[in-house]
């Protein structure tokens, strides 16, 4: 495949995926408006999820996936939420994003075989400053 075939592809993933990372961060943004920061990651689970339902967003949440070593199932891992099929999220409530959990996504977006995945820190004053949009490219 041309470089330019694999970019207007990987580009045109990325942009069907916007509408849906756009409903997930407007959710997560109220979610945290309510709550603040300071909770664990199971009650912004929780409260999402809810917001989700009141929004008509579909989701599933603590997605089981295969764990695969040289080609063998070595166990199963969990998303903390799939919506709307198509993106990943992953929630924390940490001081701070580390470069672990961004390579986290990386490998949930692997193993899923998923394009698009939020990594989302709700411990944070400004949500904002907590959201990553992470994108696997080949």
Known sequence: MRFD???????????????VTEKVIGAAIEVHREL?????EVMYEGSLCREFDLRG?????QVPFNVRYKGVV?????????VEGDVIV???????LSPVHRSQCI??????GHRVALLIN???????????????SQ
Do not use: W
Not at 5 to 19: L, T, V
């Open 5 to 19: 075939e694999f970019h207007a592809r990987n580009k045109k993933s990325e942009e069907e995926s916007d509408p």
């Open 57 to 61: 967003i579909r989701y599933e949440r």
């Open 90 to 96: 992953e929630l924390k409530a940490c001081d701070s």
């Open 122 to 136: 709700f411990n944070v004053p400004v949500l904002k400053d907590g959201i990553k949009r992470v994108i696997l």
């Open 74 to 82: 070595v166990g199963q891992g969990r998303l903390d939420l799939l």
């Open 107 to 112: 490998t949930y977006l692997r193993a899923t």
């Open 36 to 40: 603040g920061p300071g909770m664990t």
